[in-house]
């Protein structure tokens, strides 16, 4: 089984500013993937960005980036260029290859000042 | 093209009445997923379908959930004799294929209140 944590219940940042969320993981198996899911308030939940685990490179979306730390079991996600249109719950995700569900932790509550 | 659908989107419920809640995956997507979101909680899952078989149902909490996938495309999740602890976000995803990493989406979920 695995399990996904994270520790910071909300952030702000300043428009424009850069801020990066935290995620930790545990996992026992060699192959699994890593999410990070966006839910805006009252929207559905949609992908942020993915990284396969045994890919060493950092995966990029656009203003959005992950730190993959796998020796650490750390995944974090770093906003650039923070808009008001990222205020959302964000939540970590893990999947293993042998498993098909996503599990969650418990998501944290990122505001973007005006 | 249209996404995953979910009805109704919001329902109450007095404790001890069944619901039945819908889900419209993606055509021709051959995984769908059920999670159970708590208020101020991230997702937790319940059940998976591919296709119409039911292949994990290690996340339902107890035998008064009860969900099936007759067809292969339309989901529903029956809860009976629902109970305050039930009151929840049931969201629905589904997945082109089940492996790989292939991302799920997910659609806006169902507010079930039980009072």
């Known amino acids: 089984a695995q399990t996904v944590t994270q520790s910071q219940p909300e952030m702000s940042v300043q428009e424009a500013e850069t801020v990066t969320l935290s995620c930790t993981y545990d996992?026992?198996?060699?192959?699994?993937?890593l999410f990070w899911y966006k839910q805006p308030p009252s929207r559905q939940m949609i992908l942020v960005i993915r990284q396969e685990a045994y890919k060493q490179q950092n995966a990029t979306e656009n203003r959005f980036s992950v730190n993959f730390q796998k020796a650490a079991k750390s995944f974090s996600l770093k906003i650039s260029d923070s808009q008001l249109g990222d205020t959302a719950m964000y939540f970590c995700?893990?999947?293993?290859?042998?498993?098909?569900?996503?599990?969650f932790g418990k998501g944290i509550t990122l505001s973007v000042r005006p | 093209g249209a996404g995953v659908s979910q009805s109704p989107r919001y329902k109450v419920a007095k404790r001890g009445q069944d619901v039945a809640l819908r889900c419209d995956p993606i055509?021709?997507?051959?995984?769908l997923f059920w999670y159970q979101q708590a208020l101020g909680q991230g997702p937790e899952f319940l059940t998976y379908?591919?296709?119409?078989?039911?292949?994990?149902k290690s996340g339902l909490p107890s035998d008064r959930f009860f969900a099936e996938r007759p067809e292969g495309s339309v989901s529903t999740l029956k809860i009976q004799r629902t109970q305050q602890e039930d009151s929840a976000v049931y969201l629905c995803?589904?997945?082109?294929?089940?492996?790989?990493?292939?991302?799920?989406?997910f659609g806006p979920g169902t507010r079930l209140t039980v009072t």
């Open positions: 379908f591919q296709n119409e078989a039911q292949l994990d």
């Open positions: 995803a589904s997945s082109l294929y089940a492996d790989r990493g292939h991302e799920q989406y």
């Open positions: 995700a893990c999947r293993t290859g042998a498993n098909s569900k996503l599990t």
């Open positions: 055509s021709g997507h051959v995984s």
């Open positions: 996992t026992s198996e060699s192959n699994y993937y």
